[in-house]
């Protein structure tokens, strides 16, 4: 596989059951493939900014995750301790009762608090666009790029379904050229990816990475 696609990938475990040695495993797999970065609970930031400490790879965590409901405050307390155990960036999940209910001010807020927290580092929002009618993915786009973040994101991978190349195209149509635009939830195969980054996605979140490159590889001689 090419490295326009490895080094566009989020190298992720979220689940409940994620034990340390999971954590030490995706890890190693981010370093053997050359992946963008691993993303982790904020449980896992500590072990996993350890495991990767002499390699190039980046570790993200999760903010207000899956839901989004947590409070403003809960939110940037979570992104200050990600980053002060060792993340490179954020993934923050948008408040999305306010979105539907159109409380823009309250979704600009929310996201304010958590840019302001994250003190220049990366941050990412989740949109869950499976919950959302495409004015409001438009709508949620808008108020990522007015509120500082730098990426707006599909998918927890959490909800009832993730990633598609019409929201991925409607998000990049909305958010120009030069924003940042994740597509996560569902992208199991070479061809999601691929299908992913031509939509306009530059970043590609998945924990089925290594176990396609090792299938891929079998043939194509990685």
């Excluded at 379904?161 to 195209?169: F, L, Q, R, Y």
Aim: glycine content about 8%; some cysteine.
């Amino acid at each position: 596989m090419e490295k326009r696609i490895t080094q566009r990938i989020d190298h992720t475990i979220l689940k409940t059951d994620t034990t340390a040695f999971d954590i030490v495993r995706v890890c190693d797999e981010a370093k053997q493939f050359g992946f963008y970065s691993v993303c982790v609970n904020p449980a896992f930031v500590a072990l996993a900014k350890d495991q990767l400490k002499d390699s190039d790879v980046k570790v993200c965590s999760v903010v207000g995750f899956p839901l989004g409901a947590s409070t403003s405050e809960t939110k940037a307390f979570e992104t200050e301790d990600a980053i002060r155990k060792g993340a490179d960036e954020v993934d923050m999940v948008i408040h999305i009762g306010a979105l539907l209910a159109g409380n823009w001010q309250l979704v600009e807020d929310d996201i304010r608090a958590v840019v302001t927290a994250a003190r220049g580092k990366l941050v990412k929002v989740i949109l869950e666009t499976c919950l959302l009618s495409r004015d409001q993915i438009v709508r949620g786009c808008q108020i990522v790029k007015e509120s500082g973040a730098k990426f707006v994101k599909t998918s927890t991978g959490f909800s009832t379904s993730g990633a598609t190349t019409a929201d991925i195209a409607l998000m990049r149509q909305t958010v120009g050229p030069d924003f940042g635009v994740k597509a996560s939830g569902g992208l199991k195969t070479l061809a999601d990816f691929e299908a992913m980054l031509q939509a306009g996605a530059t970043r590609l979140g998945t924990s089925s990475a290594a176990q396609v490159l090792r299938g891929f590889s079998s043939t194509e001689n990685y």
